[in-house]
């Protein structure tokens, strides 16, 4: 599977951004996708993931209630909706694909491929 990330960009805070990742294959809906966010001099940290169909969804705490994450497996699309953007969500964001695994553990060993990137910058 390849993943190529977009729809980064500078927002101030309060406002929204949608990102977006499409997916090359013909196995994108027997992945999780996922989406990581890496800020400077930071580790890379776990944002959201959701599960085959689209139902199942688990998000970190610093983002629940403000980003939602979607799928469209027709597609082949996986999208981050952010709302409510805070200068900490400021980070290079990643969609990840994986199996099913421990998501809830939020490490990045549980994806398997990786897209490029998109930078979020939020000012304040």
């Known amino acids: 599977v390849q993943l190529q990330a977009s729809g980064g960009g500078l927002v101030q805070a309060g406002g929204s951004l949608r990102l977006f990742c499409a997916a090359s294959?013909?196995?994108?809906?027997?992945?999780?996708m996922g989406w990581f966010r890496q800020a400077p001099g930071k580790e890379r940290e776990f944002v959201a993931v959701?599960?085959?169909?689209?139902?199942?969804?688990y998000y970190a705490d610093s983002v629940k209630g403000r980003f939602t994450i979607s799928r469209d497996n027709a597609k082949k699309t996986v999208y981050l909706q952010m709302n409510s953007l805070k200068s900490e969500d400021t980070a290079v964001y990643y969609c990840?694909?994986?199996?099913?695994?421990?998501?809830?553990?939020?490490?990045?060993?549980?994806?398997?491929?990786w897209g490029q990137g998109t930078q979020v910058t939020v000012s304040s």
């Open positions: 294959g013909r196995t994108f809906s027997n992945y999780y």
């Open positions: 990840a694909a994986g199996p099913l695994g421990d998501w809830n553990k939020q490490t990045t060993d549980v994806a398997d491929y």
């Open positions: 959701v599960g085959f169909s689209g139902r199942i969804t």
